[in-house]
C-alpha cells in the first residue's frame, strides 16, 4: 500500500523568531488571566497560529507587536469567556483591558514599563499613563 505524500510547512523564519521572542510571555500572561496552563497554552497556540495566517498583513501593519498583542487578548479573552462570561481575573473586571493588560506585565509579571510597552507594541509613555491611571483610581 502506497503512503500518501507528507504534508510540508515551511513557515518563515522571521515568524518563527518572533515566536521564540515572544511565547514564554505571552504564555505567563495567559496563565496570569486564565489560570490554568492547558487554556493558556490553547490560547497562545491559537492566537500564534492567527499570527502565522496573517503573516504577511502583520508585517505590513504599523506595528507587529501591537498586531500580535490584540490576536493574543482576543484568544485569552475568548478562552476566558467559553469558561465563565466574566474574566477571570478582577483587574479586567475594574479597568480597560489596556490599563490591565499594563498591571498584569508589571506587577504580576515583573516586567519593566519598556518590556511592556514593547511586548504590547505601544510606547513606553502610553504604559506609564495606563499604570499611573489605574494606580490614580486604586479604592483607597
Same mark, same amino acid.
Given at each position: ?10 513557515? +518563515? ?5 518572533f515566536c521564540l521572542r515572544h511565547q ?8 496570569? $488571566? ?24 502583520? #508585517? $505590513? ?7 500580535? &498583542? ?17 474574566? +477571570?481575573?478582577? #483587574?479586567?473586571?475594574? &479597568? ?9 506585565? $508589571? ?11 514593547? #511586548? ?11 499604570? $499611573?491611571?489605574?494606580?490614580r483610581d486604586l479604592p483607597r
Amino acid at each position: 500500500m502506497a503512503h500518501p505524500a507528507s504534508l510540508v510547512i515551511s513557515l +518563515p523564519l522571521e515568524y518563527t523568531a518572533f515566536c521564540l521572542r515572544h511565547q514564554e510571555l505571552y504564555h505567563r500572561y495567559g496563565r496570569v $488571566r486564565l489560570r490554568h496552563e492547558a487554556a493558556s497554552r490553547n490560547a497562545v497556540a491559537a492566537a500564534l497560529g492567527d499570527l502565522a495566517l496573517n503573516w504577511d498583513g502583520a #508585517l $505590513r501593519s504599523a506595528c507587529l507587536p501591537a498586531v500580535a &498583542w490584540r490576536l493574543l487578548r482576543a484568544r485569552v479573552q475568548a478562552a476566558a469567556r467559553a469558561s465563565d462570561p466574566r474574566p +477571570p481575573d478582577t #483587574l479586567h473586571r475594574a &479597568w480597560p483591558a489596556d490599563q490591565a493588560d499594563a498591571l498584569i506585565l $508589571r506587577y504580576r509579571l515583573s516586567l519593566t514599563t519598556d518590556q511592556s510597552a514593547q #511586548l504590547m507594541g505601544v510606547d513606553p509613555a502610553v504604559i506609564a499613563t495606563h499604570l $499611573r491611571t489605574a494606580l490614580r483610581d486604586l479604592p483607597r
